[in-house]
């Protein structure tokens, strides 16, 4: 009998579909126990296909339920869970589905696909108490630049090169038009949720890349660095302002104090 550690791994090695040579000899109980290890591989599988199918529901509305449910299928058995959180699973189902050559005729399902992940994930964020502008009276304006802004935990920012959020919206509408055009266009979407809403919006490219690099951890002087190579008529003060006025900000982290928890 091998140690446990060993028989643990060979065990979830046969039921997410790698091989086990010697696990068959390891099982018993009446029937055949290699027959009960593949009833147990298919329910595995099944449970992370119908996982998968229950997150991406808008990306099944647009390529079709049947090779949607053959792509979960097939990704599950390429990418089985790392994590015992299954809430956790499927953030690299876009990339894997956008490869697949089924998928070629909608070139914008992967980005489209991404969409619905984050929404799915900031829907059940909840919204921390906010920072007000004037709480940072103390604080000298010389440090502003280096300051680090900790945003809610429901926001997240994305980008494409196709209109994923008049897509998004036919979908949540649940009135397809007889025709929809869908050309090639830069989006930069701001995306927030909590307490199971969400919303999303365009920003300007300056100002997305002034928030996603905050979102990202940069300083305020790096990300306003950042949105001024995207645009020289960046506004820093208006920017800084609004973050602040729409209670995006929960928290202001000072330079020596972000080292500090490193």
């Known amino acids: 009998m091998p140690p ?10 046969a039921v997410t579909g790698g091989d086990a040579p010697d696990l068959a000899s390891l099982l018993s109980g009446h029937g055949a126990p290699d ?6 591989r298919r329910h595995f599988e099944t449970s992370l296909v119908n996982a998968l199918l229950q997150k991406f529901p808008a990306a099944a509305w647009l390529v079709g339920t049947p090779l ?11 990418h089985p869970p790392t994590a015992p959180c299954i809430a956790e699973y499927g953030e690299s189902f876009p990339g894997f589905l ?10 914008y399902i992967r980005s489209f696909s991404e969409l619905e992940w984050h929404l799915g994930q900031i829907a059940v964020a909840i919204d921390q108490p906010a920072v007000a502008l004037g709480d940072l009276a ?13 945003l809610q935990p ?4 994305l980008k494409s090169d196709w209109p994923i959020d008049e897509l998004m919206t036919v979908f949540l509408s649940d009135a397809a038009p007889d025709c929809f055009a869908l050309n090639s266009t830069e989006c930069r979407l701001e995306l927030r949720g909590s307490r199971g809403e969400f919303s999303f919006s365009r ?10 690099s905050l979102a990202e951890g940069a300083t305020v002087g790096a990300a306003a660095q950042t949105a001024i190579a995207v ?10 302002s609004k973050l602040f006025s729409t209670g995006l900000v929960t928290a202001v982290v000072l330079a020596e104090e972000a080292s500090q928890c490193k």
């Open 68 to 78: 949607l449910t053959n792509a979960a299928l097939r990704f599950s058995r390429a």
């Open 35 to 40: 027959r009960r290890l593949i009833i147990h």
């Open 154 to 157: 429901g926001l997240r920012y």
């Open 138 to 150: 103390s604080i000298d304006i010389a440090q502003l630049p280096d300051l680090t802004l900790r």
């Open 4 to 13: 446990l550690v060993e028989l643990q791994s060979q065990l979830r090695s």
């Open 231 to 240: 645009d020289a008529t960046f506004d820093i003060a208006a920017a800084f």
């Open 98 to 107: 956008s490869m697949l050559p089924e998928a070629a005729r909608c070139p």
């Open 203 to 212: 920003l300007p490219s300056h100002n997305f890349a002034f928030r996603a």
